[in-house]
């Protein structure tokens, strides 16, 4: 499986981005993919995450009714809605996937074994 995440950018605060994840190759061995996020000097913390066959959905609490994730398996893409973002946002964000069940650590990074590139996102204050 490859993944390519696209969308980073900067964005003042308050403002809104789309970050998109097109996911290539054994697809259909994916159960979970997600969104994670690194800022510099910190580590990797999760974001989101969305069931690939049935759309159950998870957020970290410092998201929780800003971002909105979602997924189009015809397109084998997932995008992650980001609003009213704050500059405590700022980080590289990576997608990633896991063929494991969505109820198994779905906010453990490293139970993840597929990564895009990661795509920096920037709000100023």
């Known amino acids: 499986v490859q993944l390519q995440a696209s969308g980073g950018g900067l964005v003042q605060a308050e403002g809104s981005l789309r970050l998109s994840c097109a996911a290539s190759?054994?697809?259909?061995?994916?159960?979970?993919m997600g969104w994670f996020r690194q800022a510099p000097g910190k580590e990797r913390q999760f974001v989101s995450a969305?069931?690939?066959?049935?759309?159950?959905?998870a957020y970290a609490d410092s998201v929780k009714g800003r971002f909105t994730i979602s997924r189009d398996n015809a397109k084998n893409t997932m995008y992650l809605q980001m609003d009213s973002l704050k500059p405590e946002d700022t980080a590289v964000y990576y997608c990633?996937?896991?063929?494991?069940?969505?109820?198994?650590?779905?906010?453990?990074?490293?139970?993840?074994?597929?990564w895009g590139q990661g795509t920096h996102v920037t709000v100023s204050s």
């Open positions: 969305i069931n690939w066959s049935g759309g159950s959905t």
């Open positions: 990633a996937a896991k063929n494991t069940p969505f109820t198994y650590q779905v906010g453990a990074a490293i139970r993840y074994r597929y």
């Open positions: 190759g054994r697809t259909r061995s994916i159960d979970v």
